[in-house]
């Protein structure tokens, strides 16, 4: 099972300003509605937490994704992150997105 979401929007945490690539978000919390890559409605309120390296969705928590890996890059006005969750009954969910700052 592969899926990628988007993040449209979220704060810009104070984190981005590392230096440190593997910490670019950590510390970071993003809040919203999530929705599958391509989707027009529906998706899930979330909370996604960055913290010692690791990603997590609270939202699939209750599916099995325990935290995974994250990765992330600056961009101009905020950072583009890559992660991957892994569920024993639900199989791997791949998070690609932006976080960035909204005035």
Not at 10 to 21: E, I, K, R
Not at 35 to 55: P, V
Not at 71 to 83: C, E, V
Request: hydrophobic share 40%.
């Amino acid at each position: 099972m592969f899926i990628s979401f988007f993040l449209l929007t979220s704060l810009l945490h104070p984190a981005l300003a590392s230096d440190n690539q593997n910490a670019i978000l950590d510390g970071a919390v993003f809040e919203g509605i999530f929705r599958e890559t391509g989707a027009d409605s529906g998706g899930d309120d979330d909370r996604l937490i960055f913290q010692d390296g690791f990603f997590t969705s609270e939202a699939c928590q209750q599916y099995g994704f325990a935290k995974g890996p994250y990765s992330a890059t600056k961009i101009p006005d905020g950072a583009r992150f890559q992660a991957t969750s892994i569920s024993p009954s639900h199989g791997v969910m791949t998070w690609e997105a932006c976080a960035r700052a909204i005035a």
